[in-house]
């Protein structure tokens, strides 16, 4: 099968979507990150899949890379003053809404039931998924993500002002050297990737699409979901939680709070990976999502 992105409309939005095969393969949907494009997965990981036989297929959420913008700026502490009271937020969307987007991918392409895999704001994703479309999903993997428990540790001062910082002018060199530095906060310190690996990854994803407007209303998604602690204790979708020890970004007590409050859930804490998806542990991944996912066949 070729790999072409193309745009598909799912759940009242157009959605950019590659379906990379192999065509008759179970199929395993990726789902990003906040603010992180289709092109941020590794190709190691991708392709490792696909080898095993999966149906590799990945999108920009909305709000991000080539799928539909949407508008409005919410306050965000007006969003989680709502969540703190019990009330509804008043955001543009919510993490129901970018859940219902993934089964509005499976839908366009005739697929019944997926794998679904997400990373940070995609685990919180792939758990609403979980919970609103169980029929759906044969396997759910959630990594370096959380419950949206307001007891657990939160990320460091230094990873959270790497994430929120904006660049000084919109050069687009400036802008990927903004993008490395903050990456470098919170990459695996095991793993560190090289300057040139580094820049070839941001210099990806801006290329793809650089909006950074997106960010606003997908982190007031996040934070207008609250906790998923309760609603997760009813999922009987099989689940994996896989988590870095060094994660300054979403502590490693937010994956074992994923794990915990799924039941049967399988939990997989990996020494020396922070928010980030390193090569060189491209093969464990593999390996552990790919017997995730054909164990609940």
């Not at 003053?81 to 970018?98: C, F, H, N, Q």
């Not at 709070?257 to 922070?274: F, Q, Y």
Request: include cysteine; glycine fraction near 10%.
């Amino acid at each position: 099968m070729t790999m072409v992105q193309r745009q598909i409309e799912a759940n009242g939005i157009t959605i950019n979507v590659e379906d990379r095969g192999p065509e008759g393969g179970a199929p395993i949907l990726f789902v990003n990150g906040y603010t992180s494009t289709m092109m941020s997965w590794p190709a190691e990981l991708m392709d490792g899949l696909k080898a095993r036989g999966f149906r590799v297929i990945r999108y920009d959420n909305r709000d991000v890379g080539k799928s539909e913008k949407l508008k409005g700026q919410p306050n965000i502490r007006e969003v989680a003053a709502s969540v703190r009271e019990g009330k509804a937020p008043d955001i543009p969307y919510t993490l129901a809404d970018m859940a219902a987007d993934g089964i509005g991918v499976l839908d366009a392409l005739g697929i019944e039931r997926a794998h679904v895999m997400g990373i940070s704001m995609g685990g919180m994703i792939v758990q609403k998924m979980a919970i609103n479309h169980a029929d759906r999903l044969i396997s759910v993997t959630s990594i370096m993500s959380t419950t949206g428990n307001p007891d657990l540790p939160q990320a460091t001062d230094e990873a959270l002002a790497a994430l929120q910082a904006q660049p000084a002018s919109e050069d687009r060199e400036e802008i990927l050297r903004h993008r490395m530095k903050g990456r470098r906060v919170y990459q695996s310190p095991a793993y560190p990737r090289s300057d040139e690996a580094l820049y070839e990854l941001c210099a990806r994803e801006y290329d793809h699409m650089y909006y950074p407007e997106g960010g606003l209303r997908q982190y007031a998604a996040i934070v207008g979901d609250g906790s998923r602690v309760e609603r997760l204790k009813d999922v009987a979708v099989p689940f994996l939680v896989i988590h870095g020890l060094a994660d300054p970004l979403v502590p490693p007590e937010g994956g074992i709070d994923t794990a915990r409050s799924v039941p049967g859930a399988k939990l997989e804490l990996v020494e020396g990976m922070g928010h980030d998806m390193p090569v060189e542990l491209c093969p464990r991944y593999v390996e552990l999502i790919a017997a995730h996912a054909d164990a609940a066949k």
